[in-house]
């Protein structure tokens, strides 16, 4: 039987997707691959199946996980080193290679990518003794990414070799704004905040220490990350790097200089438009509904469709609701590519209300009826009720995990972590410190304004123990509170522990 693959084309691949080859394999140790026959399976409950293996085909000294591969048709499986027991529960191609000294073997426990029998779905298996490096997310993508940097070495010396880096960070370069809306709890806050913008050394410095290990940058504030008055600096920096960039925007400053550098950016512009004409600056109040519209209109003429993406992301009140079916029609006209409604949340302070069940529902039939032949992509509340044809932006293939707690048998929980926030988010604040998550702002972990204050913070003590909290094994609950309240929120009812605030 044949594995389908071969380690010499794995290394191309690498070259081509990654721009780099893949390492040697360990010293003194051979490179062997072993078929799998259907024989050798055994089903070893739920979705999980099980194989021994030969001792001597791994370096394994002591019990526990065994650093390997495992094909299906050509193809990585994956996430490895699981807990046997969510093999069994959910599968999905997961899987754990298990030393056991004292039998003289190892034991490959997985899964298949659609939960059918390997031994009776007709699919080749095959097991490698180390892990392919850069043929897929699951292991070493995090050397990939530390080797991004030119002091990768130093971050692998600190503890890269373990922790792998993280993937996304959301930036608050200002809490200020140029609009006062109703809506937006961070605009009115009952406690005085200093408002200010991020110092453009501290951007630099940021993103010099964590911008090239990064896929995602995403300007994501308690204000309008656009008026900060060296935001085309920012832009600059970004596209020099090459990062994918998401920007959250009202869509009032779409002026030619920021145009012209968007129209070259990689990434996702979603624009805050609640409705149109009046009901627009009655709910964007200090907004100009003629501006942002011919603003978008202009955005569109100049934008990449293969490297940039545009939505609008409406929030729905019992008010603004009742512009949605102009919006719609406005959008489709303007040639946004989706639109992603979201209900309103009461603020503190906060006069609006949000929409009636029967406004939603509404809502969904008009939308669902839009021109199947348009190529917009509609959704109310996550939930898609037309479906669209999105342009072919060149987005980073990693984004498989949420940054919010899920259960895990959701296509965006991880097998292992309740929420994947301290795993692959960080939240830079205006000083350019590091938190885990915008819900956590008030608990600063350290800063990333160098690589040695990163990895002081990224590989400390405390990280590793709110890691370690949030994993789906874990005996105690999340030790930081706001995660607890988090948790609760986002699984209850879903057979997760639901730790108490």
């Known amino acids: 039987m044949s594995l389908g693959v071969s380690l010499p084309v794995l290394g191309a691949a ?24 259907p024989g050798m399976i055994r089903h070893a409950g739920g979705h999980c199946y099980d194989v021994d293996l030969p001792a001597g085909m791994f370096s394994a000294a002591a019990s526990g996980d065994v650093a390997g591969s495992v094909i299906e048709d050509g193809r990585l499986l994956g996430p490895p ?26 034991t490959l426990f997985f899964s298949t990518t ?49 922790i792998p880096p993280p993937l996304y960070a959301s930036l608050g370069v200002t809490d200020i704004c140029n609009l006062k809306c109703g809506i937006c709890g961070s605009q009115n806050m009952l406690t005085p905040v200093n408002r200010r913008h991020m110092d453009i050394g501290v951007f630099r410095r940021v993103a010099d220490t964590i911008f090239p290990l990064l896929i995602t940058v995403e300007l994501n504030s308690r204000g309008e990350p656009m008026i900060h008055p060296h935001f085309t600096e920012m832009q600059e920096v970004m596209l020099d790097y090459d990062i994918f960039t998401r920007y959250q925007t009202n869509g009032t400053q779409f002026v030619a200089r920021k145009l012209a ?43 990449d469709p293969q490297r940039l993406g545009v939505g609008l992301y409406p929030t729905l009140t019992a008010k603004t609701i009742e512009g949605a079916a102009k919006l719609i029609d406005w959008a489709m006209d303007v040639g946004v590519d989706r639109i992603d409604f979201h209900v309103y949340e009461p603020i503190e302070a906060g006069v609006e209300q949000a929409p009636s069940q029967q406004q939603l529902d509404d809502l969904k039939r008009h939308a669902s009826k839009a021109d199947a032949k348009h190529p917009i992509q509609i959704s109310v509340e996550f939930e898609i009720v037309k479906a669209g044809e999105l342009p072919p932006v060149d987005r980073p293939p990693q984004m498989r995990y949420a940054n919010i707690p899920r259960r895990d048998d959701s296509p965006a929980g991880h097998p292992e972590y309740v ?47 709110i890691r370690a909290s949030l994993r789906r094994d874990s005996a105690t609950p999340p030790i930081i509170d706001t995660c607890r309240m988090c948790v609760k929120h986002y699984t209850a009812g879903t057979g997760i522990v639901e730790f108490t605030a």
């Not at 081509?16 to 010293?27: M, N």
């Not at 979603?270 to 011919?294: C, H, M, N, P």
Request: net charge positive; charged share 25%; aromatic share 8%.
């Open 81 to 106: 080193g699981q807990v046997h027991d969510l093999i069994r529960r959910r599968g999905k191609g997961g899987y754990s290679l298990w030393a056991d000294p004292g039998r003289g073997r190892i």
């Open 114 to 162: 659609d939960n059918t029998d390997p031994r009776t779905n007709g699919r080749a298996y095959g097991v490698v003794n180390q892990p392919l490096e850069f043929a897929g997310d699951w292991n070493h993508w995090h050397q990939r990414s530390w080797k991004n940097h030119s002091r990768g070495a130093y971050y692998l010396r600190r503890g890269g070799h373990a």
């Open 14 to 37: 690498a070259r081509r997707v990654f721009g780099v080859a893949p390492p040697p394999p360990p010293s003194g140790r051979r490179v062997q691959s072993l078929a799998i026959e």
């Open 261 to 303: 550098l968007l129209a070259k950016t990689r990434g996702d512009v979603s624009i805050s438009i609640d409705a149109t004409g009046d009901l627009f600056e009655y709910a964007r109040a200090g907004a100009k509904w003629e501006q942002v519209d011919q603003g978008t209109r202009n955005l569109m003429k100049v934008r």
């Open 419 to 465: 929420c994947m926030a301290p795993v692959q988010n960080v939240e830079i604040d205006l000083d350019g410190c590091v938190c885990v998550c915008c819900r956590t702002q008030d608990r600063r972990l350290g800063n990333a304004m160098s690589v040695e204050a990163f990895a002081d913070c990224w590989f400390g003590a405390e990280y590793e123990a």
